[in-house]
């Protein structure tokens, strides 16, 4: 079992920056690929971004390439999301996920383990 607990979420104006934090516990021994989701009120979980194991790899989603920037380091075993010129369309609720398979999906369900969310909200 791996835990993963998120941070960082806030209330933020647009064109403001935030950094998310997914830290892990548990079973991290073992090698896990990280994708990073977000849920609107009303609408289905989306990917974001994903990033592999070792960091070589890395995935966005159209709608955030440019903007958002994965990285993770193991030796904390943590995964960060920065968010830079955050825009309306990015607020909701952020999840980290992880998976013991060596290739990002975008796919929710293919992850085995999910984190509470932390909640980013974007004024304009």
């Known amino acids: 079992q791996v835990q993963l607990l998120e941070s960082g979420g806030g209330v933020v104006q647009a064109g403001d920056s935030l950094r998310l934090s997914c830290a892990a516990s548990?079973?991290?021994?073992?090698?896990?690929?990280v994708g990073w989701f977000r849920q609107a009120p009303g609408k289905e979980r989306q990917f974001v971004s994903g990033i592999s194991w070792g960091g070589k790899t890395t995935y966005y989603a159209d709608s955030v390439k440019g903007r958002f920037t994965i990285s993770r380091d193991n030796a904390q075993k943590t995964v960060y999301l920065q968010m830079n010129s955050l825009e309306a369309e990015d607020m909701g609720v952020y999840y980290c996920a992880a998976r013991h398979r060596p290739i990002i999906t975008t796919t929710p369900s293919e992850y085995n383990y999910w984190g509470q969310g932390t909640q980013v909200t974007v004024s304009s």
């Open positions: 548990g079973r991290t021994d073992t090698s896990y690929t």
